[in-house]
């Protein structure tokens, strides 16, 4: 069993930055890809990055520019940089494992205007 725990999320004001840390414990034997996810209310939860663990990234339009995922393969861990933050950012930040299905239990994100 593979178990997922988000961290960094808080609250801040518009143009700031915020660190955000996912880290992946238990019956580990390999892991993939890792992403970012986010969810905000009334809306569909959303992928916000994705890197491979040969380094390869992925994100999505709306964050290209602002975010920067990057992962630790020893330590089983990503990361999420979040600067320039917009309240649309606001959402609940899940992390993804593969090829494990599992989630964590989030971390709230609030920018304000």
């Known amino acids: 069993q593979v178990q997922v725990v988000e961290s960094g999320g808080g609250l801040v004001q518009a143009g700031g930055s915020l660190t955000l840390s996912c880290a992946a414990s238990?019956?580990?034997?390999?892991?993939?890809?890792m992403g970012w996810y986010r969810q905000a209310p009334g809306k569909q939860r959303e992928l916000v990055a994705t890197?491979?663990?040969?380094?390869?990234?992925t994100y999505a339009d709306s964050v290209k520019g602002r975010f920067t995922i990057s992962r630790d393969n020893a330590k089983n861990t990503i990361v999420l940089k979040m600067n320039s933050l917009k309240p649309e950012d606001t959402a609940v930040y899940y992390c993804?494992?593969?090829?494990?299905?599992?989630w964590g239990q989030g971390t709230q994100v609030t920018v304000s205007s």
């Open positions: 890197i491979t663990r040969g380094g390869s990234t």
């Open positions: 993804k494992v593969l090829p494990y299905n599992t």
């Open positions: 238990g019956s580990i034997v390999s892991i993939n890809t």
